[in-house]
């Protein structure tokens, strides 16, 4: 299952903050259409049919379900960037 590390955690808090999502929201990994291989990262009001809900502290993750094998060994990771803008990142978990 997906992990999630502190800096994400706060980046996925940040995120939040000023967004008009239900206190349940969490940010969604899926796959982009149309790019093989690329993931897209969104907000969403609740998970979709299908989708694992990773949680840690208040904050939640929704994989899609076609993508949760891929993510099975990884860990999101994030670096603060822009203000609102934080860069996400998969590491594997060794």
């Known amino acids: 299952m997906l992990t999630l590390t502190e800096n994400a955690v706060v980046a996925i808090r940040d995120l939040m903050v000023g967004e008009d999502v239900p206190a349940d929201a969490g940010l969604r990994i899926s796959p982009k259409p149309d790019e093989a291989g690329t993931l897209e990262l969104s ?3 609740t ?3 299908g989708d694992q809900v990773v949680e ?3 904050v939640r993750v929704f994989v899609a ?3 949760v094998q891929v993510l099975d060994d990884k860990s999101l ?3 603060p960037g ?3 803008q ?3 990142r ?3 978990r060794g």
């Open 77 to 79: 990771d994030a670096q």
């Open 47 to 49: 998970p979709h049919a």
């Open 56 to 58: 840690k502290e208040d």
């Open 86 to 88: 934080p860069n996400f």
């Open 65 to 67: 379900e076609d993508v």
């Open 43 to 45: 907000l969403a009001s």
């Open 90 to 92: 998969l590491n594997r």
């Open 82 to 84: 822009v203000p609102g």
